[in-house]
């Protein structure tokens, strides 16, 4: 295979002289993320793709097609100008190339990794579709990642490479408060945006670490925490003030920030952390695990560490049974395999067609061992005299007509009951809203799902109140969520503008 420097510098000829036509970048090989091995990452937390050089990038970026109508900018929930973003890439010039991200992303470093986009932006891309493989469209995800990685270590910080000073310019002081509740993505990206507007803003966060979900629960593996870290070091020194370990629904209400503590606008961003149970039986035996539970022990808590320097460690497990098919099930199953489990099994009551999880993490599950059990799902979890988990008996299933999802109902065999030996059972089959805020804030209005219902703008039922992520849309995405934060931004600096406004007239 021809060198990668040799066939960018022969691609890059030819684009300057024009000869370097549709049918050429449709022939450019689609470019291969590096990896760590499979087997040495079974023994190891580090991250496992370890991203595109510089001549890589530069080849996957000259196999867009810059295409007129942009269909990959449909498929994109907070619309970045990929076509132009990619351009830049090929061209060679990073800095505009995150500058036209951060557009429209203020974390291009975790959505580069953890973003669904082959049902999103790839999914629509032009070059994919023409190939008719959609694992062969423009990688734009990986592009984004190295563009925010590139400026990361060529600028101290991924944030705002661009700006002289790393950190995004706050406006004047309006001596206006505003609470963030909760530091996932949509607080972070809602804190950023009202700072900015030269609100004085205080995060709180319920956790002793704030990152939400990017810190606790995806696993460092896929997302390491320093990308993390250092968004939050950049809302600090943009002057935001994070305060941990405080529960608001407990520590404080919203109604005693708003009416007592001063603050004349709330976003909402408390996630969906409440983890589902299957209600079968043996659910609360020794050494059955929610996702979140385990993924909060071994992420925020240093679990493999096994008790040295661990806060909250994790029994050793020889043979695990994680029940799901989405993200979740997924960092679970591979957490797994990296604290030492000799079998880990994935149960799914479909197939793998109908995984919700990203296509990658299935692939590295399957290359790290995870061993899956498709078309199954437990009946019950089979306990020894000390409560302690030994067995899960489990269904076999057939698919029958779409549900109310489109996807194909699973429908069980019966008398097809059959054992699996294991000491550890995760349940990963998703996430609800925590009832804290419900129950303590009245006024404020909620689905039958309990998530918090809100206009196009993220304005809630109560006036200064807003809120988005997975609060208000259930367990989504980090991108939606972002999104969400952005919107609630906005509205927020509109209302306290409004609010200023009606002080002085
Ligand atoms: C294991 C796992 C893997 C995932 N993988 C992916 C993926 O690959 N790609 C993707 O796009 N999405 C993924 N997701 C989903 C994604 O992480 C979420 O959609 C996203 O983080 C939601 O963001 P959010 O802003 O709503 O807040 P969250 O990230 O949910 O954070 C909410 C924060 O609020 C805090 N909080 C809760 N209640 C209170 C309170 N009363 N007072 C103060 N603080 C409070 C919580 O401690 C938490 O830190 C995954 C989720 C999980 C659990
Ligand atoms: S659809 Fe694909 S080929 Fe077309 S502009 Fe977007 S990324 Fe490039």
Request: one cysteine or more; glycine letters at 10%.
């Amino acid at each position: 295979m021809m060198d990668k420097a040799k066939l960018l510098q022969e691609l890059l000829e030819k684009e300057k002289s024009g000869t370097l036509k549709a049918k050429d970048r449709l022939a450019i090989p689609a470019q291969d993320i590096p990896e760590q091995d499979a087997e040495a990452r079974r023994r190891n937390v580090s991250e496992v793709a370890l991203g595109y050089t510089e001549e890589q990038a530069r080849i996957e970026a000259l196999r867009c097609l810059q295409c007129r109508n942009t269909p990959c900018v449909e498929g994109c929930p907070v619309r970045i100008r990929i076509r132009e973003f990619i351009g830049a890439v090929a061209a060679g010039d990073y800095r505009q190339a995150l500058a036209i991200i951060k557009e429209n992303s203020l974390l291009p470093a975790v959505c580069g990794r953890v973003c669904p986009q082959e049902v999103q932006c790839q999914e629509k891309c032009t070059v994919g579709r023409s190939l008719k493989d959609v694992s062969q469209a423009v990688s734009i995800g990986r592009l984004e990642r190295f563009v925010a990685d590139w400026a990361g270590s060529h600028n101290g910080s991924p944030q705002d490479a661009h700006r002289e000073s790393g950190i995004p310019a706050v406006a004047p002081p309006t001596g206006m408060k505003v609470a963030i509740i909760g530091s996932g993505p949509g607080g972070i990206v809602a804190a950023a945006d009202t700072r900015r507007a030269g609100h004085e803003v205080t995060v709180f966060e319920a956790f002793h670490k704030p990152g939400g979900v990017m810190v606790y629960g995806i696993p460092e593996f896929r997302l390491p925490k320093a990308i993390v870290r250092q968004e939050i070091e950049t809302l600090r020194k943009m002057g935001v003030k994070i305060v941990t370990n405080f529960i608001v629904g407990r520590t404080r209400t919203i109604e005693q920030l708003m009416k007592e503590d001063g603050f004349e606008a709330v976003y909402i961003g408390v996630g969906a952390g409440l983890p589902s149970f299957m209600n079968i039986e043996g659910e609360s035996l020794v050494g059955v695990y929610s996702a979140n539970e385990y993924l909060t022990r071994a992420n925020l808590m240093k679990a493999y560490q096994f008790g040295a320097g661990a806060d909250t460690p994790i029994a050793r497990s020889k043979k695990v049974a994680v029940v799901g098919g989405g993200n979740v099930a997924m960092d679970s199953a591979r957490t797994a395999v990296r604290l030492g489990a000799e079998k880990v099994y994935l149960i799914y009551r479909r197939t793998e067609k109908e995984m919700p999880a990203r296509v990658e993490e299935v692939h590295h599950a399957q290359q790290e061992g995870v061993e899956f059990h498709l078309l199954q799902n437990p009946k019950r979890i089979i306990g020894d005299a000390n409560g302690s988990v030994t067995a899960i008996e489990c269904l076999r299933y057939e698919l029958g007509e779409p549900d109310a999802s489109g996807r194909r109902r699973p429908v069980a065999i019966p008398g097809s009951e059959f054992q699996i030996e294991v000491d550890t059972v995760i349940i990963a089959i998703g996430n609800l809203s925590n009832p804290l805020i419900r129950q303590t804030t009245p006024g404020l209005e909620f689905n039958k799902w309990g998530n918090i219902v809100v206009d196009e703008n993220c304005r809630t039922s109560m006036a200064g109140v807003f809120a988005g992520g997975d609060i208000v849309l259930g367990a989504a995405t980090v991108i939606l969520a972002m999104g969400q934060g952005r919107i609630a931004a906005a509205a927020m600096n509109e209302y306290l503008a409004r609010k200023q406004g009606s002080r002085s007239e």
